[in-house]
Every structure is written in C-alpha cells, then in structure tokens.
C-alpha cells in the first residue's frame, strides 16, 4: 500500500463539512459532556501536556486548535507564547472569546494547507487528532510549513486514532449512535506497528528531518471505566506515565518527532 488507507477510486472521496459542528460542540463536551466522551478528550490533552515541559518551554503552537480546548488548559508559566490555528473561523472566534488571553491567541487560516510564518519559529507544535482528516497532498505541504515554522531542536508532538487497536470498531459504533459521525472525517489511517513507514510513503524525506523521539498508544480500556465513575477513571489513566507505557493497542497513538 502506497499510502495509509484512503478511500479507493470505487469509492468516491467526499469531503465532511466542518462547518456543520457547532462552535464550542467539543470544548462543552470536555467540560461537561457524557463521561466517556469527556474523559477521552481530557485524557488526550492531559497525555500531551505530560510530554510539554513543565515550565519556560518558550514558544507553542497548536495546529488544528478548534475551539481551544487544549492550550485553555496550558499554563503560561509553561509557554510564554501560545498560538493556536484552525480553518473553522466560528470555532476561532470562539475560543478567542472563551480562551484568548495577552500570552494565547487564536488565528484563522483559509486551509490547514496555507498555514504560513506567524512570527518567530516555535519551539514545540502540537497536532492533536488532526492528521487523519487530511488528504496526502495536505499532509506533505504541512509538514513543509512545520519544518519552515519549528526552531531548530523543536518538537511535533503528534496524535492520531490508532488502527491497530480498538478503534475500527468504535468508530463504527460512533458512526451510527454519536451526534457526529467520523465517516467521512477520517481519510488517512495510521496503526502503531506501520507508523514511521506510512509517514514515511506520504512525505518522503520526512525521516531525514525529524527523529522519532517517542512513540506510544494512550486510552486502551480507561475512558471507557468513567461510565461507572468519571473520577477514578480519570485516576487510573494517570497511574502509568507514557514513558513507561508500552502497550500497542491503546486507541489513540501518540508520537513525538523532534527537527534535526
């Protein structure tokens, strides 16, 4: 397979419209929404912010931000600096409403394509579930912008769905009981044991940029606990840190890739 699957020439590619989430959808959902969906999106911010440095780590940009959930949740004693992009102009202007402050702003970009210099490089970028809803073109001219955008040393600190887990089978099952459907949204699959080469196939040279710092999977069977309480489930998705999480299967895979 050239690329990570995609939808094949017998099934004709349809683009989902974003613009048909309502601003905020997923920022109430994090904060108040059903406990399974509420700690699924918590633990992934949470899971990234374990790997963001603890404090003074200078510059950060988040690419797809949506709504602004996850730099809401970033300190500025952590980063001084805090950029966040997104296509969606109604979801932009809301989390500048909802999460803009002096240190964290949030910009409209026409396509995730056109992203270009903002201001000075930045240390660390954070692409959190966004990679699987773009098409291979988009993905080579992004990380053309990223390797333009990230200061020398910088990191990419990437998530994406996991399809040698569970999540095939949930997606299915969100497919046709969620009041969104991931069917048309996700394009390009990544699993865990094939990472670096479909990476590899979609932009080639990528290797030659970047060094895979770390790769591990997050939300194998947690998220899934807070049915019966969302407190305890949140707990145990804390026990074991993600350097010592080994474990292939967790739904959601997390990579981390630092610039030569």
Known sequence: M???DRPTDAQPERRFDYESIP?????RVLRNGNPVRRLWHISK???VLDYLPEENGGSLLDVGCFAGSFLSMVPRYRFERQVGVDILPGQVAYAT???GSAFRTFHYVPEVTQLRDIGEPFDWITFIEVIEHLKPEEIRTIFERFTA???PGGRIVLTTPNYTSAWPLIERVLNRVSDVSYEEQHICKFDFFRFEE???RVVPGVWSDYSLDMKTTTH???PFLALGSFDIARGLSRVVPHQTWRHPFGNLMLTVLKKK
Do not use: I, K, M, S
């Not at 601003?23 to 920022?27: A, F, L, S, V």
């Open 149 to 151: 955008l990230l200061a």
């Open 97 to 99: 409403h909802n999460h």
């Open 2 to 4: 050239a690329e990570p």
């Open 220 to 222: 194998f069977l947690t």
């Open 23 to 27: 601003n905020g959808y997923y920022d």
């Open 198 to 200: 479909q990476l590899a």
């Open 45 to 47: 911010f949470e899971r």
